[in-house]
Nanobody, 111 residues
Framework: QVQLVESGGGLVQPGGSLRLSCAAS????????MGWSRQAPGKQRELVAF???????NYSDSVKGRFTISRDNDKNTVYLQMNSLKPEDTAVYYC?????WGQGTQVTVSS
């Protein structure tokens, strides 16, 4: 069963871009606001962006203007486009929806 499965993490240089994907089960995707959070070593998990079923988005101040969250209703998938990445964006990124969480995908920003 799918539930929430993230992909797209990796190593990128400062200033670079990555796109994360979260494939969700339809029963979650159709009913709930979907979000992306991140957790860096030694820090608490931080909600960075969410998108409602109707497409309304919200971002944390730390990523506003650099990250874009979107959803593809045909593919039951939520994306996080990350541009102008900084070393402080290094973290495990998690997709969430309906109280459920994915397994996370590592993003490392380093030269």
């Amino acid at each position: 069963q799918v539930q929430l499965v993230e992909s797209g993490g990796g190593l990128v240089q400062p200033g670079g871009s990555l796109r994360l994907s979260c494939a969700a089960s339809r029963n979650i995707f159709d009913r709930y606001t979907m979000g992306w959070s991140r957790q860096a070593p030694g820090k608490q998990r931080e909600l960075v962006a969410f998108i409602t079923r109707g497409g309304i988005t919200n971002y944390s101040d730390s990523v506003k203007g650099r990250f874009t969250i979107s959803r593809d209703n045909d593919k039951n998938t939520v994306y996080l486009q990350m541009n102008s990445l900084k070393p402080e964006d290094t973290a495990v990124y998690y997709c969430s929806g309906g109280g459920l969480w994915g397994q996370g995908t590592q993003v490392t920003v380093s030269s």
